[in-house]
């Protein structure tokens, strides 16, 4: 009995295609073009020169690190409720609740971190917060580290940033 073989399709039909190199020379070409009319006219090029150069169009509705919120009295907002970590497709919102030391009728996180390398900045967890108490204004837009370890922002990083477009640090709950 025959083996039954496929026979698959060689593309490019002339013996200029199968060589490939014109299509190299091509793209080359392009790219030489644009690398050089660029050089000689870098005004025109809308880029920055990061990170000597920091964008300043960065708007409140802009999604970057997030932020736990305090209330006035400075308590943590918080009440660890798990509706960020219920409502985060990515898994990546660690909680462990306790009871809370503030003389209040609710909980607070004893532990609570993000794992920015999970996260992809959806913004469903500050939407599913009903406390206020997860925000994603701080306008911080780049993290970096040396280990993985880095990018999992702790509760203590998390409260210690600031908002960066008013109400620096509060939470609209009392
Ligand atoms: S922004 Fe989205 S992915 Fe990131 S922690 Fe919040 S819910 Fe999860
Ligand atoms: S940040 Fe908001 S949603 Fe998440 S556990 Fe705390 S109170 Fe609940």
């Given at each position: 009995?025959?083996k ?20 190299i ?12 009319t660029n ?54 919102i ?39 108490a997860?925000?994603?204004?701080t306008?911080i ?27 620096e ?6």
């Amino acid at each position: 009995m025959g083996k039954n073989i496929i026979t698959t399709p060689r593309y490019g039909k002339n013996f200029k295609d199968r060589l490939y190199l014109p299509a190299i020379y091509e793209g080359c070409k392009v790219t030489f073009k644009h690398f050089f009319t660029n050089i000689n006219n870098s005004n025109a090029v809308d880029t920055l020169e990061y990170p000597e150069e920091q964008p300043s169009d960065i708007t409140s509705r802009y999604r970057g690190l997030h932020r736990l919120t305090h209330r006035a009295d400075d308590t943590i907002a918080c009440v660890a409720c798990f509706m960020c970590a219920t409502a985060c497709p990515s898994d990546c919102i660690f909680i462990e609740a306790t009871e809370r030391d503030d003389n209040k009728d609710e909980k607070m996180p004893k532990s609570f971190s993000i794992d920015t390398l999970e996260c992809i900045f959806c913004g469903y967890c500050v939407e599913a917060c009903p406390c206020d108490a997860i925000r994603m204004d701080t306008g911080i837009f780049s993290l970096t580290g040396n280990s993985r370890e880095d990018f999992v922002l702790n509760k203590d990083q998390l409260l210690s940033y600031k908002g960066a477009f008013g109400e620096e640090n509060s939470c609209a709950r009392s």
